[in-house]
């Protein structure tokens, strides 16, 4: 099992990588289980797999697993789900110290932090993370939102978890499509500031989608150990350190938006087509060389995640897509902040884009390849 600090003033907590973490979960949590009740929040998906096991860990140990089980999908970060949710950890008497146990992937983490932010002023919660993406992306950080009509994760707050448990077996039960949208999450960590793991995911990206698990717990690893450092350094996305981490989102939001944020297009895959926008737009403003930007396209192609925009079949203009991100919650004083790449392995913040220029862009994007 490897243990990564994320090193936050007054409130450090650890990352878990391992095998077997979900049925252990009693021990491993150990004190921060200070009552008899367990909260446990997950969807109908994840529940299948996991509900058995995680019961029966933590009624081995004297505790009283409490279930609420949500439909799955990203219906679940809304309002009302919210309202539903909160209720119930009301009902549960959850106080301020107690821990409510977030087991699934980004949707349930995400939900879940969200509640315990505004439970009583801010309560506990653990990430159980069970897909790749939630593993190496957004258990870890603090970052907890649910979506409004006029975008993605425009409501939220930052909470940090207590602990996260990334269990590698979990992945065992995802389908490939998931499998990739994680994957997408994983070698952004080498786009944006590693090309040496960029090229590790390049020669080892196939282990990982057949199961390796020495690959897979390397890939986990690395990726929590890259956030956890920009997290550490600008934990509220002050300095724009953190904001790096955004590489490919927001050209993946505006698809994202554009289908609905539908099962047409999940994060990952937006990630991903994302990065491929952001590298050809980085090419086309001079900052990046060609060859760089056909090598990314390449490995986010190689992994079987989509890497033009025609595949999306969408019945839109650049102009569209660019207004969608007029939403962005990282505008700032109207003028909303790219991050782009000088060459692999070294994103930046370029604050001098013209929306009207990424629209021109993206009608080109549309209409090529």
């Known amino acids: 099992m490897a243990v990564i600090p994320v090193e936050l003033a007054g409130r450090p907590y650890e990352v878990r990588v391992g095998s077997g973490l979900l049925s252990d979960v009693?021990?491993?949590?150990?004190?921060?289980?200070?009552?008899?009740?367990?909260?446990?929040?997950?969807?109908?998906?994840?529940?299948?797999?996991?509900?058995?096991?995680?019961?029966?860990?933590?009624a081995g140990a004297g505790f009283e697993p409490r279930w609420l089980v949500l439909d799955p999908g990203e219906g679940a970060k809304s309002w009302p789900v919210l309202e539903l949710l909160v209720d119930w950890l009301l009902a549960e008497e959850v106080e301020r110290g107690d821990q409510v146990l977030a087991l699934g992937g980004g949707v349930i983490g995400d939900l879940v932090g969200f509640a315990?932010?505004?439970?009583?002023?801010?309560?506990?919660?653990?990430?159980?993370?069970?897909?790749?993406?939630?593993?190496?992306?957004?258990?870890?950080?603090?970052?907890?939102?649910?979506?409004?009509?006029?975008?993605?994760?425009?409501?939220?707050?930052?909470?940090?978890?207590?602990?996260?448990?990334?269990?590698?077996a979990a992945l065992a039960t995802l389908p490939p499509r998931e499998m990739g949208a994680g994957y997408a999450e994983v070698i952004k960590y080498g786009i944006l500031g590693d090309r040496g793991f960029f090229d590790w995911c390049e020669a080892n990206g196939p282990g990982i989608f057949a199961g390796d698990r020495i690959a897979q717990e390397?890939?986990?690893?690395?990726?929590?150990?890259?956030?956890?450092?920009?997290?550490?350094?600008?934990?509220?996305?002050?300095?724009?350190?953190?904001?790096?981490?955004?590489?490919?989102?927001?050209?993946?939001?505006?698809?994202?938006?554009?289908?609905?944020?539908?099962?047409?297009?999940?994060h990952g895959e937006g990630v991903a087509l994302g990065m491929v926008l952001a590298a050809r737009y980085s090419a086309r403003r001079g900052y990046l060389s060609d060859?760089?930007?056909?090598?990314?396209?390449?490995?986010?192609?190689?992994?079987?995640l989509p890497s033009e925009i025609a595949a999306l079949e969408l019945h839109c203009n650049g102009r569209d897509l660019a207004a969608h991100m007029l939403h962005d919650k990282k505008m700032d004083a109207g003028t909303l902040p790219f991050v782009l790449l000088r060459g692999i392995g070294e994103a930046f913040l370029d604050r001098e884009v013209r929306l009207e220029d990424v629209a021109e862009f993206l009608d080109g994007e549309l209409q090529a390849h």
């Open 218 to 266: 390397f890939a986990v690893t690395e990726s929590v150990r890259a956030k956890a450092r920009i997290v550490a350094e600008d934990e509220r996305e002050t300095t724009g350190a953190r904001a790096l981490l955004n590489l490919g989102h927001t050209f993946g939001h505006a698809l994202e938006a554009e289908t609905g944020f539908s099962d047409k297009l999940l």
């Open 291 to 304: 060859e760089d930007a056909a090598r990314v396209t390449a490995a986010i192609d190689a992994a079987g």
């Open 26 to 58: 009693a021990a491993q949590c150990g004190s921060l289980l200070r009552k008899t009740r367990v909260p446990v929040v997950t969807d109908g998906n994840v529940a299948r797999h996991w509900r058995d096991t995680v019961d029966a860990s933590l």
């Open 116 to 168: 315990a932010a505004v439970l009583k002023r801010g309560c506990g919660f653990v990430q159980l993370p069970t897909t790749l993406l939630a593993q190496v992306d957004s258990s870890v950080g603090g970052k907890t939102a649910i979506n409004a009509r006029a975008g993605k994760n425009l409501v939220g707050a930052f909470h940090q978890p207590s602990l996260v448990l990334a269990d590698l």
